[in-house]
């Protein structure tokens, strides 16, 4: 066998073996069971009162919890306050552009840059500014009327202060059983991370909703969605491995979907769907990727289109989600080549440091001299 036709065929073994890699989690079966309530608990007081439209946005405000740390009590439930009013004002941003669609993709763009410089600037972990600009994504395409958006938002926020408290008392529960992990002083904050990163992630997330709305795509939520979870990878290769993972792991989930919106559900039957979903996305996600994107694909279309949903369009949505999953990944991975990209950053990072303020607080002098030794 000729050298060139081994090395190929080992570096394919090593591509499907990166593919296929499940990692170990240390993580408790307590977590995902309380991330499944914060999702849950909305969802059932929906279906009691017969308003699901409203558990399903309270819902949304839920997945707050996913942003819970592993820090002292004082510190995780700061945090989780924090990313709670964030979440809320995503979502009245995303709510309020839904009336203005041609400034849609520059709400969604600007809340995409800054969004993820404050994750970066506090070293917020995964699922970083993802389910911020998840919840401006869905509020932006979801039908409402304008005084419908204090309401909206009011039932998102009471979504995210019942995750609160149920985090409340998942802390209090684990820390007897678990050592809290120390808090270390934030590391200084550099140009490339914080601030180039961000632009050109933003930038990848507004190109992608850009390309929805010229190709006229129907609630394309998960364009941008799909772009961001992709584009997050902290190398080439990592945005590579998110995005063969999203596809395929997607493509299986709308089967699964499909499946799913077939049966004859109601309000009652759809809450602890969207639980059992939960629980098994917060299990799996730690240790692949790919494996957690089959269920994450279900309980995102439920999430956003079971208030509305007709069963005689379900073949039309399962194939409208997958273009977008497909749509939104592409568009991420040339997004995450030219964040990767050392003479496009060296470019573009040169133009951006000149708009930089002196006082903002970024490290640019290490990046400077690391150019002009």
Known sequence: MPPNHKNRLSHLRDELRQLATINK????????????????????VGAYFGHMEYGL??????????????????????????????LSASYALGVMSHFL???????LTFLAVVVTMLCRFYRLGPPGSLFFIMAAAIGAYSPSEILEIPLKVGLLTLGCLLACMVAFGYSLFMLRRRPAQA????????????????????GAVGVSLLLAQALELEKAYWVPVSCLAVIQGMSLRAVWVK?????????????????????????????????????????????????????????TILLADAATLDVSQVD??????????????????????????????????????????????????????????
Not at 25 to 43: E, H, I, N, T
Not at 70 to 75: A, F, Y
């Open 316 to 373: 039309e949505l399962i194939a409208a989600r997958f273009f977008d999953t497909l749509l939104g990944c592409l568009t991420g991975l040339v997004g995450g080549i030219c964040l990767h990209h050392p003479r496009f950053r060296a470019v573009a990072g040169s133009w951006m440091r000149r708009l930089l303020p002196k006082d903002a607080g970024i490290s640019v002098r290490q990046e400077e001299e690391k150019e002009n030794p």
């Open 101 to 107: 669609p041609p400034v849609m993709v520059l709400v």
């Open 243 to 299: 995005q063969a993972h999203r596809v395929f792991g997607t493509g299986i989930g709308l089967l699964l979907a499909w499946g799913l919106l077939m049966l004859p559900f109601n309000n009652w039957s759809i809450s602890f769907v969207m639980m059992l979903l939960a629980f098994i996305v917060e299990t799996l996600v730690v240790r692949h990727y790919g494996a957690a994107a089959i269920f994450i694909t279900p309980m």
């Open 183 to 202: 808090i270390f002083p934030l590391p200084p904050a550099s140009f490339d991370f914080v601030v180039f990163d961000s632009v050109i992630i933003g």
């Open 25 to 44: 989690s240390d993580r408790p079966w307590q977590m995902p069971f309380a991330a499944a309530l914060s999702v849950g608990l909305p969802l059932l």
């Open 57 to 86: 946005i309270s819902s949304l405000g839920g997945l707050v919890f996913l942003y819970l740390p592993e820090t002292p009590l004082h510190h995780r439930m700061i945090c989780l306050i924090a990313c709670a009013f964030a």
